[in-house]
């Protein structure tokens, strides 16, 4: 299941988790196709991204949902307020740098979805699975060049897009905007739930 409830009852659903889910679904024709983009490093299209996460949304029952990586486009956005409402658009800046190292140090059991990480969530023997010890692997879409290049790309599609979501906010003054800049998630994370229930959406 590609998403879990979280503090604050909100459910998370990470778009990333949803396509990984229907490419390793060997009868999904959405993850067929979205495995061809992913694996030349690129950014799976709006419609296949869309029709996936419809599918999850749907299946939900938590009272809020905290998106993770969506929507990255203007389209998105606009066909997401067909959705739902958006109440508030999290910015998190991070350094390329760290993004690189963190994803391309990740490892997968692919039966069981395991993931390991050399910097924080080693395997107990170097490339085999705690469990079963079967061999990790290393998905295509965490390589380095590959990460990279879908850095790049989607640098270029998320600018005008929180140019989009900061007009909105100041026209409506019915969403906000707020932008967080690190390296530790122990760090920005405090920060981001100080500004949620400064703006009292928590």
Known sequence: MPYRTCRYNFAHVSTGDILRAHVQDATSS?????????????????????DMLKAEVTKLDAPRLLLDGFPRTLSQAQALQNITPVDAVLVLDIPHATIVDRISNRM???????????????EKVRGKDDETGEPLVQRDDDKPDTVKARLVAYEEMTAPLIAHYEALAKKTGKMSVGKFAGTESDVIFPEIVSWLEEKKLV
């Open 108 to 122: 997968i059991h692919p039966a069981s979805g395991r993931v390991y990480n050399q910097t924080y969530n080693p």
């Open 30 to 50: 959405l993850g067929q196709q979205a495995k061809a983009f992913m694996n030349d490093g690129a950014l799976v299209p709006d419609a296949l991204v869309l």
